[in-house]
């Protein structure tokens, strides 16, 4: 189920992108730039504001939904990307170039997923999928088991 969501985010790598100031969300639309196996690559400017809230409070969720289908991932920023990668984003990105005159004008961090959730809701009923990705553990579930008593 890991590869299917992955699969879907690099075809719908135009991302709901959340975080958080002053304890309230802050939700923008962002790229992915580039995937790594448990990890997403993205760049942006370090004078907008979602740079300086990364960095007061790492915690990320990201969305991306097409159709019936969507994948949330949850991680958390680190921002220690290699130059190696961070050249290879800009270069293959055609809007970075564009916008800035190399890619050093740029900050670059990598999201560390530690969960995933794939919703298809093509399906009767609706199915869920929940990864972990720090235990591999996968749980399998309809959207409706998540809020219903135990």
């Given at each position: 189920?890991?590869?299917?969501?992955?699969?879907?985010?690099?075809?719908?790598?135009?991302?709901?992108?959340?975080?958080?100031e002053d304890n309230k969300p802050k939700i923008?639309?962002?790229?992915?730039?580039?995937?790594?196996?448990k990890d997403l690559f993205f760049a942006t400017s370090p004078?907008?504001?979602?740079?300086?809230?990364?960095?007061?409070?790492?915690?990320?969720?990201?969305?991306?939904?097409k159709?019936?289908?969507?994948v949330?991932?949850?991680?958390?920023?680190?921002?220690d990307v290699d130059d190696k990668t961070k050249?290879?984003?800009?270069?293959n990105n055609p809007v970075l170039p564009r916008l800035y005159e190399d890619y050093k004008g740029l900050e670059y961090f990598r999201m560390e997923i530690e969960s995933i959730d794939?919703?298809?809701?093509?399906l009767t009923p609706p199915i869920l999928k929940h990864i972990n990705l720090s235990?591999?553990?996968?749980?399998?579930?309809?959207?409706?088991?998540?809020?219903?008593k135990q």
């Open positions: 189920m890991i590869k299917q969501a992955f699969e879907f985010l690099k075809e719908n790598y135009e991302v709901s992108f959340a975080t958080c923008r639309v962002f790229q992915i730039m580039k995937f790594g196996d004078k907008k504001a979602v740079f300086k809230q990364l960095h007061e409070n790492p915690f990320i969720e990201i969305m991306a939904f159709g019936k289908i969507s949330k991932c949850v991680g958390q920023a680190h921002f050249q290879w984003i800009f270069d794939y919703y298809d809701l093509q235990t591999l553990e996968e749980k399998d579930g309809f959207v409706g088991d998540r809020y219903s």
